[in-house]
């Protein structure tokens, strides 16, 4: 039933959804884009792991917008509990129920009274799961960020769409919501979270895609400008400079920095603005001293 | 041919020998992923071979490192068919344009276990190789460190300390909640709960309290000359010691090794044993800076939220720059909570760390114990106990 609603918006093999995505302006390889496909065939949850700044949250936003489904997100951190992730129930709201009831109904009734779906507050996983077809698209945000205890309450969620509440029973989904969790590897995932999900490492992009992605973010820059970024930026990542940086930057750091160069009305690259310009793409002191000596050896062109 | 196999209904076959392939080469693969890769492949269909791999290595992988020996291991089997074929043109030395052999040992031994029958074949090259290899492993046992099993007497010793002397291992109050007396927030769910019973009246609230939670723990050994013989016994008795706190273990002489796999070993053998076939450098120099160099380049999410306590256990004789070290050092320190500094050279009171890397860790270090005898093991666990209550 949801893939008939879903039908319409829905692309149907890989070359579809590579169209889509750059339909509103999200330039995925095609790794990506497989995997995707079968994230949504396979009715799994995607986990996207790579760099901060590679596009794993841009493609939750992009999906929702291809799949027009309402994108819900829930940004995990540490010591995260079922509370802000799934559900809470409205205390006050009880207790006021509670104190008005008490003289004319039996603490039987109360009871049956105070625990109903309005004086529930749903959180995001919840609210993912109650989403009428064609269901919704939920980005759990840097998961690695909540502790250990918190994978493993959402173990239920992945494998099954379903949540146990003591009080209500078990709610299942009323269309499988497209999941897609986030991680930077500031620790590894457990793995039975990652056997219940497709996997795909994003990494920093090639020249032409970071050339279509700034072309498409940044339309003001002009074609040289893009050009002259798009080869600055992906020769920082490259050897031998990139061993010189503690973190080079990603596209979102790339993009911003079009946009700054734009701001201040360049038209080609030089040094000085490279210079001025650095707290853009390098947000460590000791990655910015690390560029300036080597802005020249960056500009040069093309030895092929 | 490929396609011909698929139709004839070879396929789920050839998915699940990949699979165990994956397996035998380290990946966790288990039968549901294999089940998915079947229907993955069902989906994608087989007309582009990289849309295949990407749809495998979407089920299949789930850790970054393992996406090289996939690729490896895609090239061989879905290439050509005939694996043992393949293999042996391999090992002919006649066909060395077959396919370049540089492949990750863990992939060439998957895949070898799968032909076993192809090496039996050419017991030729077999007896070449075998010699190559005692060469090889001839010259890694002199560098590697000569850690034998624990000893029965050994084995009960590091038991009695790790179980007697209870490192101190600090907490902090988490953010994660549980019910309990000496909290500030109402416990509001169970409150209710008690409310429905006395009619709805709040008689005592009970409470929440934050929950204690040990602090990560980064342990650094030295395993250089110097330090010889404390080695086996520190990395044993740390072993079992924390067993139960996050921790991680890395040792350093020349340059890093990480531990960490190792001390996922419940058993203090298994887990030297493991440590033995890891460090490749023991009892040479020691290059404290750029094995620090190293641990933030490559291993810097061992560092968690700056609550990481780390144990640096080392004689401070470095050959490194010192320039290094303190950069290093500097930053170590601004990503932990506390760089604690456990010395095993200084023998006398008198000692003062004038050596060019004492003196640099010793300005860095949040504090510093020194110890006149560390050979019984006795002292250095109560060496440590004191240093971590500093």
């Keep these: 039933m949801p893939e008939l609603a879903a039908a319409s918006t829905e692309p149907r093999d890989i070359d579809g959804w590579l169209a889509a ?105 919840l609210q993912a799961l109650q989403t009428p077809p064609p269901g919704a698209v939920l980005l759990i945000d840097e998961v690695d960020r909540a502790d250990e205890p918190f994978e493993a309450f959402l173990l239920e969620y992945l494998g099954e769409y379903q949540v146990s509440i003591p009080e209500l029973g078990t709610i299942a989904a009323m269309a499988p919501p497209l999941t897609l969790l986030t991680s930077n590897r500031t620790r590894d995932l457990n793995d039975a979270v990652k056997r219940r999900c497709l996997y795909q490492w994003l990494d920093h992009p090639d020249r032409e895609r970071e050339l279509a992605i700034v072309r498409s973010q940044v339309p003001q820059a002009s074609a040289a400008l893009t050009e002259q970024i798009a080869r600055f930026v992906e020769r920082l990542r490259a050897q031998p400079f990139a061993n010189a940086f503690q973190r080079a930057p990603g596209i979102a750091e790339s993009v911003e920095w079009a946009k700054a160069l734009v701001a201040l009305d360049t038209l080609v690259l030089d040094p000085e603005v490279i210079q001025d310009t650095a707290g853009i793409l390098f947000k460590q002191r000791e990655d910015v001293a690390a560029l300036l000596p080597m802005i020249d050896q960056l500009l040069e062109p093309d030895v092929a | 041919m490929q396609l011909g196999d698929a139709r004839s209904g070879k396929l789920p076959d050839q998915i699940t ?83 370049p052999p540089a492949r990750k040992a863990r992939a060439q031994e998957a895949l070898t276990v799968a032909g076993a029958s192809a090496q039996r074949r050419a017991p030729g090259e077999s007896e070449l190789r075998l010699d190559a290899a005692m060469t090889a492993s001839d010259l890694r046992r002199l560098r590697h460190a000569d850690f034998a099993g624990l000893s029965a007497s ?154 990481t306590m780390v144990l640096l256990i080392s004689d401070g004789l470095d050959t490194g720059a010192p320039e290094q070290l303190d950069a290093e050092l500097h930053w170590l320190r601004r990503h932990c909570r506390q760089v604690l500094w456990l010395n095993p050279l200084l023998r006398y009171a008198g000692y003062q760390p004038l050596a060019q890397g004492a003196s640099v860790l010793h300005r860095h270090a949040h504090g510093m114990l020194a110890v006149h005898n560390l050979e019984h093991l006795q002292q250095l666990a109560q060496a440590l106990a004191e240093l971590l209550k500093s």
Excluded at chain 2, 51 to 61: K, N
Excluded at chain 2, 213 to 220: A, K, S, Y
Excluded at chain 2, 289 to 296: F, K, T
Aim: glycine share 6%; net charge positive.
């Design chain 1, 21 to 125: 995505l750059r339909g509103v302006g999200y330039h995925a390889p095609r790794a990506l884009a497989t995997a995707v496909f079968l994230a949504m065939r396979l009715q799994r949850p995607l986990l996207l792991e790579g760099e901060p700044g590679v596009g794993k949250t841009e493609l939750a936003k992009a999906l929702a917008r291809v799949l027009q489904r309402p994108l819900l997100r829930l940004q995990c951190y540490d010591g995260m509990e079922q509370r802000e992730a799934l559900y809470e129930w409205n205390h006050t709201a009880q207790l006021l129920h509670m104190r008005a009831a008490q003289n004319s109904a039996t603490p039987e009734q109360i009871e049956r009274e105070v625990y109903q779906e309005r004086y529930l507050i749903r959180r995001p996983l």
């Design chain 2, 17 to 99: 020998a990949f699979g165990r392939a994956l397996r035998r080469a380290g990946v966790p693969v288990d039968s549901a992923r294999i089940a998915g890769a079947i229907s993955a492949t069902q989906l994608v269909g087989l007309e582009r071979r990289d849309d295949l791999q990407a749809a495998l290595a979407a089920v299949l992988v789930s850790r970054p490192q393992d996406i090289e020996v996939f690729g490896e291991l895609f090239a061989a089997f879905f290439r050509n068919p005939e694996l043992e074929k393949q293999l042996l043109s391999q090992m002919l030395p006649k066909a060395p344009t077959a396919q």
């Design chain 2, 154 to 307: 050994e084995f009960r010793l590091v038991e009695t300390l790790a179980r007697d002397i209870a490192l101190p291992l600090p907490e902090l109050p988490g953010r994660r909640q549980r019910p309990g007396p000496r909290g500030h927030r109402i416990h509001w769910g169970r409150a209710l709960q008690q409310a429905r019973r006395h009619e709805g009246e709040l008689l005592a609230p009970p409470r929440r309290e934050r929950r204690h939670q040990p602090l990560p723990l980064l342990v650094l050994v030295d395993v250089s000359g110097s330090m010889e013989r404390y080695a086996r016994l520190l990395l044993a008795f740390l072993h079992q010691a924390t067993r139960g706190v996050p921790r991680s273990a890395f040792a350093f002489g020349t340059r890093l090794t990480d531990l960490r796999a190792a001390w996922k070993q419940a058993d203090a053998d298994a887990m030297l044993a493991l440590a033995n076939a890891a460090i490749a450098d023991f009892a040479g120099g020691t290059r404290l800076g750029a094995s620090l160099a190293e641990l933030r380049e490559r291993h810097a999410r061992c560092l968690v939220g700056r609550r």
